[in-house]
Structures are given as structure tokens and as C-alpha cells.
Nanobody, 125 residues
């Protein structure tokens, strides 16, 4: 059984930083993609960053490009999201997801069979 456990969320002032961590356990096909999504109340999940499970180039959404960095540790089976220069628009519930099988669909939440429970990030002064 695949389990994802997110940590690292919290409250921070604008301009601050947080590092989210996703620890993954259980078997899943590594010929797949993984990602961090975020979701605001009443809205669907939007992808923040995504990468191939075995490593390689990273996709970032335009809203976080240049501020967020994805770190994939294959040996530890973790997926971290370093978030810098946070602003109030980054306030959201953040979710880790793995197992999307196709490059063309990796930006869509329905492509991912495995999800964590999420960690809340709040940016306010």
C-alpha cells in the first residue's frame, strides 16, 4: 500500500520561506511522475511542480517559477518543495501526489492515484 506523508507546513510572513517534505512508502511504478499540488477552498487542485519519479527536468507553474524548488531524493524516497519569497496568494493546502503514468497528463490531479492528506501553508502579516 502506497502512503504519502506531508510535513513542513505552517504560518509565515510575506517574504518568508518554508520547506515541505513528502515521505513516500510502499511500492508504486517508478516509470511515472510525481508532483505537489495545492488547493483553495471550493476549488480544484492545481499543480505547483512536477517531476519524473526517477529524476530529470522539473515543471513549475508560472505562479511559483523562480520562487519554489522541487527536490527529489530517490534513495530516501522523498519529494521536497522549497518555497521562498512567499506571498499571501500562496496560502493553500498543499498535497503530494505520485503515480501519474503519462507526461501529457501529469499536470492534472485525476492522473494521480496516490495522495497524501495535505499540509496547510498560510502566508499573512
Amino acid at each position: 500500500q502506497v502512503q504519502l506523508l506531508e510535513s513542513g507546513g505552517g504560518s509565515v510572513q510575506p517574504g518568508g520561506s518554508l520547506r515541505l517534505s513528502c515521505r513516500i512508502s510502499g511500492y508504486f511504478d517508478h516509470d511515472s511522475y510525481m508532483a505537489w499540488f495545492r488547493q483553495d477552498p471550493g476549488k480544484g487542485r492545481e499543480v505547483v511542480a512536477s517531476c519524473y519519479t526517477r529524476g530529470g527536468s522539473v515543471y513549475y507553474s508560472d505562479s511559483v517559477k523562480g520562487r519554489f524548488t522541487l527536490f527529489r531524493d530517490y534513495g530516501k524516497n522523498t519529494l521536497d518543495l522549497q518555497m521562498n519569497s512567499l506571498n499571501p496568494e500562496d496560502t493553500s493546502m498543499y498535497y503530494c501526489a505520485v503515480g501519474a503514468r503519462q507526461l501529457e497528463s501529469r499536470l492534472r490531479e485525476e492522473a494521480y492515484p496516490y495522495w497524501g492528506l495535505g499540509t496547510q501553508v498560510t502566508v499573512s502579516s
